[in-house]
C-alpha cells in the first residue's frame, strides 16, 4: 500500500502535436514505417507518452527491502528513485532537486536517511519533504514555489512496482488486463510466492531502437536460425522448445493480452517438463547429486531451476526470459540498454538458487548476443529511405484465433504480438497524453519562523 492519495498533481499538461493521422499511416496493420525506429522526433515523444503516460515496470521491492533503500532508476528519461520509507512504504521520488533540477543521487543504490543535494545542500526525507534548506531567509521568492521533491504515481503488484506519470491512469490491474493471470502463475511458482530480485543486473546495451526488443520477445522463429550456433552448442535442438529446429510445427503457443501485452507458452512443446531441456552447466552435476542425497531432486524442484518456458512480456519495458527479469531502457532513438535482473526463490533449496545463476548465466552469455546483432544488423539496414517498409505480416492469414475481446491466440510462427504492441504504440503516440508531478506541499509553513529572523542557517 502507498500514500499516492495524500498526494496532491501539479498542474496537468499535454504536450506535444496530435499525430493521429501521420501514425494512422506509418502503422498499418500488415506493415510498419521505417521511421517508427529511426526518427529522433518520433523517439522524443515516446519518451513522453509511452514511457510516463501509461503504466511501466519500475523496480521490484524486494530491491529495496529496508527502511531508508533506494535504487536508481529512469522512465523514459526521467531520473527516479525507487524508495523504502521509515513507514515502509514504497515511493517513486523523481531524483531532480526542487531549486535548479541537480540530480540528487548518482549511486546506482544504497541505505541513508536522507537525500542531500550535492550543489547547495538542501535535503529531503525519504519520503520526498524537504527537510532542511541552508539559508533559507536568502531564498527570496521561496514561498511561491514547491520545495518538496516531485513523486510519480507508483503501484505494486505482489512486489512489482509499476510507475506512471499520467494524471488519470488506468487502475493498474486494469491495465495488466489479462496478463495478470500469467504474473500470478510466475510469482506462485516461487515457493510461498517470494522471489526476490538481485539487486546488481547484467546490462548490455545495443546500437538499435528499443521497440526491436519488443519485435523479438515473442518472435518464435528467429531462435532457430539467430541462435544457430547456441543451439548446436546444447541438445535443445532436439527439443520443440523455441529452440526447436522447425517451430511452426511446434504445440506452443503466443497471445496477445491487450495494452501491448503478450506471452509465448512453450510448455505444449514439452510434456518432459522445462528440467529435460538443459544442457550441461558448470557445476550441475554436483549440485544435482547434493539435491539427489536429500531427497530433494524433484521435478518440481528442478523446474525452479529452469525458466517457466513462459515468456510474458509487459509493454514497454518489461520481459520475462527464463527466471530473469529483462528491463529495456531507451538510451536514444539509436541505442537502448537490457538489464537482465537475475531472480532468487528464498523457500526454494540454495542447490536450486545456485543453478539458477548458472542457467541465467547460459543464455545472457551464448544467446542474448545473437539478438542483439539482429537487432544493430536491422537498424543498419532501415538506414536505406528508399525502403520505407517493414513487413509484420506473418501469421496473419495462417490460423490466428481472434476472440471476443479481440485478443489472438496463435502459433509462435505469428506476429501478431508485434502487430498488437504497435497498435497499443499508435493509440499512446497519436494524441498527447495529461501528465502530473504528485507532491505533498505542507511544505511551506517550515520555513515560516525562518524568514523574518533572516537567518543564516538551515530549518531541520
Ligand atoms: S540545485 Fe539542489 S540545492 Fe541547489
Ligand atoms: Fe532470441
Known amino acids: 500500500m502507498n500514500t499516492e492519495d495524500a498526494l496532491r498533481p501539479d498542474a496537468i499538461a499535454a504536450r506535444g502535436p496530435d499525430l493521429s493521422e501521420e501514425l494512422a499511416h506509418l502503422v498499418r496493420p500488415d506493415l510498419v514505417h521505417r521511421r517508427l525506429y529511426t526518427d529522433p522526433s518520433l523517439f522524443d515523444i515516446e519518451m513522453d507518452r509511452i514511457f510516463g503516460g501509461t503504466w511501466a515496470y519500475l523496480g521490484h521491492e524486494s530491491e529495496i527491502e529496508k527502511p531508508g533503500s533506494f535504487v536508481r532508476k529512469r522512465l523514459g528519461r526521467r531520473q527516479v528513485l525507487l524508495v523504502r520509507t521509515e513507514a515502509g512504504e514504497v515511493r517513486g521520488l523523481l531524483n531532480r532537486c526542487t531549486h535548479r533540477g541537480t540530480m540528487l543521487m548518482a549511486e546506482d543504490r544504497g541505505c541513508q536517511k536522507r537525500f542531500t543535494c550535492p550543489y547547495h545542500g538542501w535535503s529531503f526525507d525519504l519520503d520526498g519533504r524537504i527537510r532542511n534548506l541552508p539559508v533559507a531567509d536568502s531564498y527570496d521568492r521561496l514561498f511561491e514555489r514547491p520545495f518538496d521533491l ?57 546500437r538499435a531502437n528499443w521497440k526491436m526488443s519488443w519485435d523479438n520477445a515473442a518472435d518464435g522463429i528467429h531462435a532457430t536460425f539467430a541462435h544457430r550456433s547456441y543451439n548446436l552448442l546444447g541438445k535443445e535442438a532436439e527439443t520443440e522448445t523455441v529452440l526447436a529446429r522447425n517451430p511452426a510445427t511446434t504445440p506452443m503457443i503466443s497471445m496477445t493480452l491487450g495494452h501491448g501485452h503478450c506471452v509465448v507458452d512453450q510448455r505444449p512443446g514439452i510434456p518432459a517438463g522445462p528440467w529435460s531441456t538443459m544442457r550441461p552447466l558448470p557445476t550441475r552435476a554436483d549440485l544435482e547429486d547434493a539435491l539427489a542425497a536429500r531427497g530433494e531432486a524433484t521435478a518440481v524442484n528442478l523446474d525452479l531451476a529452469t525458466g517457466n518456458m513462459v515468456n510474458l512480456s509487459l509493454f514497454p519495458n518489461l520481459l520475462f526470459v527464463g527466471n530473469q527479469l529483462m528491463v529495456v531502457e531507451p538510451l536514444g532513438v539509436d541505442h537502448t540498454r537490457v538489464s537482465m535482473f537475475l531472480v532468487v526463490a528464498d523457500g526454494a533449496p540454495e542447490e536450486i538458487n545456485l543453478l539458477r545463476l548458472r542457467v541465467d548465466e547460459d543464455f545472457v552469455s551464448f544467446g542474448t548476443p545473437d ?81 523574518p529572523a533572516r537567518a543564516a542557517g538551515g530549518v531541520a
Open 371 to 451: 539478438d542483439l546483432e539482429m537487432f544493430e544488423r536491422v537498424q543498419e539496414g532501415l538506414k536505406v529511405v528508399e525502403e520505407e517498409w517493414v513487413d509484420i505480416s506473418r501469421g496473419d492469414h495462417a490460423g490466428d484465433v481472434v476472440g471476443e475481446d479481440g485478443l489472438v491466440t496463435g502459433g509462435i510462427s505469428s506476429e501478431a504480438p508485434i502487430r498488437a504492441y504497435l497498435e497499443e504504440w499508435k493509440r499512446l503516440m497519436s494524441k498527447p497524453i495529461p501528465t502530473t508531478v504528485r507532491r505533498s506541499r505542507i511544505e511551506a509553513a517550515k520555513f515560516a519562523g525562518a524568514r
Open 150 to 206: 516531485g513523486q510519480l504515481r507508483v503501484e505494486s503488484f505482489r512486489g512489482f512496482v509499476f510507475a506512471t506519470m499520467a494524471a488519470e491512469p488506468l487502475p493498474l490491474l486494469a491495465w495488466l488486463g489479462p496478463a495478470r493471470r500469467w504474473l500470478d502463475e510466475h510469482i506462485d511458482r516461487h515457493p510461498g510466492g517470494r522471489l526476490r530480485v538481485l539487486p546488481t543486473a547484467v546490462i548490455q546495451e545495443y
